[in-house]
């Protein structure tokens, strides 16, 4: 599609307000962008818009200047791309209601496997020191993580596949020139240069709470599976795996306490078939993958380095279960840590410690 048809086709998405079933019932319609633009009253009332809908549509399109609309996703520094570009996910070619464009930040590249993780916004001490582990270890293993760059999970995931220099992809419900929530300016922009951040809603498009279960469409569509971490049982990370299943994508699940709220999701969605997961090659196995990154070896440089990471090897651990196994006193614990913790071998949630892996 030539940049012409590509103006037609945006200027139709701002005036049809993102709303893909419209939008794809003109283009099914209509022999290409610039003749669905320019569809009269009587072909939208053969289509069965009601008469606002019509009215809104004949109104906007009076308004719009297709050429200056177009400037601003170039200024923005953005690109439209559609079902027939080859960089568009191949698996989202295949939902229901696959997004007929796509606004894209940064890049995507051939064959790339995505596996989306999703969670709750307030995230347990529990669930910040699975996620690092699970998702760190996915990205090593040749994934692309896809998340929403929601606060909670989704940032954390983001930031740990960052921190492997890997690549991750954020869906976002807001048009590209917003960042939502604002404290992740800095993410977004570490993102665009290490993957991609995705919307098909237009520049200038607020972050409104209907925009979100159209986004997780995407994010579930596009993924070869969903990793649901933690989440309330009617949250969006729910519904991002509830999309999932209704594709026939893999859905997996952290499972965590059931005194825990926000374990009550995942919980639930094991108890329905989701994949359980507390290591990454329970994720590997659904797909006959096989672990092919080594484990990164953590040695200690003293003596009680290394008897507290024999302990955390284990499992994470608070300080008095690491002064009953290592034997050490509170002050050579103490400050061994502090050590550790800037050298990055452990890293501490809440009061409990584990290895950096």
């Not at 319609?29 to 009215?55: H, M, R, V, W």
Request: aromatic share 6%; hydrophobic share 35%.
């Amino acid at each position: 599609m030539d940049k012409i048809q590509r103006g037609y086709l945006n200027a139709l998405n701002i005036i049809l307000g993102a709303n893909p079933e419209r939008l794809i019932k003109i283009l099914s319609y209509c022999p290409s962008p610039e003749d669905a633009f320019n569809i009269s009253q009587t072909e939208l009332e053969k289509l069965n818009f009601k008469g606002e809908t019509i009215n809104s549509f004949l109104g906007e399109r009076e308004r719009i200047n297709i050429d200056n609309e177009w400037k601003k996703i170039e200024k923005e520094g953005a690109r439209l791309i559609v079902k027939e570009d080859e960089e568009y996910p191949k698996l989202l070619k295949e939902i229901a209601n696959p997004p007929p464009l796509l606004y894209i930040k940064g890049n995507l590249l051939p064959r790339e496997k995505y596996l989306s993780c999703v969670g709750t916004r307030w995230p347990s001490d529990y669930g910040k020191m699975v996620t690092p582990e699970i998702v760190g270890n996915l990205a090593e293993e040749g994934f692309t993580i896809v998340s929403g760059m929601a606060r909670g999970i989704d940032t954390l995931s983001h930031r740990t596949v960052l921190s492997h220099e890997k690549r991750t992809v954020a869906i976002v419900g807001n048009g590209l020139n917003i960042v939502f929530p604002p404290e992740n300016k800095k993410l977004a922009k570490e993102i665009e240069k290490q993957g991609a951040i995705i919307s098909e809603f237009p520049l200038g498009t607020d972050p409104l709470k209907y925009n979100f279960p159209l986004r997780n469409r995407i994010i579930a569509g596009m993924s070869l599976g969903t990793l649901v971490v933690e989440g309330s049982e009617k949250s969006g990370a729910l519904i991002t795996a509830n999309l999932a299943l209704e594709e026939g994508r893999e859905v997996f699940a952290v499972p965590g306490s059931i005194y825990s709220k926000v374990s009550k999701g995942p919980n639930n969605l094991i108890k329905q078939g989701a994949h359980p997961v507390t290591q990454v090659s329970d994720i590997l196995s659904v797909f006959d993958l096989e672990i092919v990154s080594k484990e990164k070896e953590i040695k200690g440089e003293n003596m009680e380095e290394n008897l507290i990471i024999e302990v955390l090897k284990k499992e994470p651990a608070q300080i008095e279960k690491l002064i009953k196994e290592t034997r050490l006193s509170i002050s050579k614990i103490s400050s061994s840590l502090i050590l550790m913790e800037i050298k990055g071998k452990v890293k501490r949630s809440g009061n409990q410690y584990f290895i950096n892996s």
